[in-house]
């Protein structure tokens, strides 16, 4: 497994991550250009790249099947020429589009990038439906570009598989953050790519319209412990981490 990272400032007007429970230095809050290309252990045929977006430095995940050139990426939640570049360089045609949650930096640009290349949208859970439905007026409260509601071509439910590619992804109801929120897992390669339910050091916030914080915790210690430590993850903000670190150190959900 490999990974190559390169940094890049950007000005930023936080002084805390909207979507995490940890406050942020606002001298090295810095949005992470991390072009993550990392070929996922063994012959899984994943290889994952991840570039922050909007400014809010969202994770955006290009997933794609080394097989096939097919991508599915994962919450574009804005700065789609940036996005399309990351696919470019990792050689990969664009399949699917793939949802955690209705949050505007997941998913607020989700409509013009599926209309940009005629793909079709998959997630969330429809209990996200509400936030979605918000996103014009959430744009203009945030200063986003323009930005449209919309209606995915399926919404997931937990036990759900997504495919692009030769691949598939297991789809995990982890409600908390939001009622809807979803996490897809690539079971042969162990990753995950969990959106605002888990960070490193951290976990989502839950005191916002429809967030609870005991249905999170439950989503993190009974859909995602379960799949096992040696699991890397990809967060919807910062740096990636394991479960069995999370189990061991994360104040919030360290194991007792």
């Known amino acids: 497994m490999s990974a190559t990272e390169r940094d890049t400032d950007r000005d930023t007007d936080r002084d805390t991550d909207p979507d995490t429970d940890r406050d942020t230095d606002p001298d090295t809050d810095r949005d992470t250009d991390r072009d993550t290309d990392r070929d996922t252990r063994d012959d899984s045929g994943l290889r994952v790249g991840v570039i922050p977006v909007t400014p809010f430095a969202q994770n955006c995940s290009l997933l794609v099947c080394t097989r096939t050139g097919r991508a599915a990426v994962v919450d574009?939640?804005?700065?789609l020429d940036h996005i399309d570049a990351g696919l470019a360089q990792m050689g990969a045609r664009l399949e699917k589009i793939l949802l955690t949650h209705g949050h505007i930096d997941h998913c607020g640009q989700a409509q013009h990038y599926a209309e940009r290349h005629g793909a079709p949208i998959?997630?969330?859970h429809e209990a996200d439906r509400f936030w979605i439905e918000?996103?014009?007026s959430q744009g203009r409260m945030f200063g986003?570009?323009?930005l449209a509601s919309f209606e995915p071509q399926r919404w997931l439910v937990d036990g759900d598989r997504v495919g692009f590619g030769e691949l598939e992804l297991e789809v995990l109801h982890c409600p908390g953050h939001t009622p809807g929120h979803v996490v897809f897992f690539h079971r042969p390669s162990r990753l995950a790519?969990?959106?605002?339910v888990l960070f490193q050091g951290s976990i989502g916030r839950?005191?916002?319209?429809?967030g609870d914080h005991e249905t999170l915790l439950a989503?993190?210690?009974?859909?995602?412990?379960?799949?096992g430590d040696d699991v890397t993850f990809v967060p919807g903000h910062g740096?990636?981490?394991?479960?069995g670190q999370e189990r061991h150190s994360n104040p919030f959900v360290a194991d007792r």
């Open 134 to 136: 918000q996103l014009e």
């Open 122 to 124: 998959e997630g969330p």
């Open 193 to 196: 790519v969990v959106g605002d």
């Open 76 to 79: 574009p939640g804005g700065d």
């Open 239 to 243: 740096p990636t981490s394991t479960f």
């Open 206 to 210: 839950t005191h916002i319209p429809r």
């Open 219 to 227: 989503s993190i210690r009974h859909k995602l412990w379960p799949l």
């Open 144 to 146: 986003f570009p323009p």
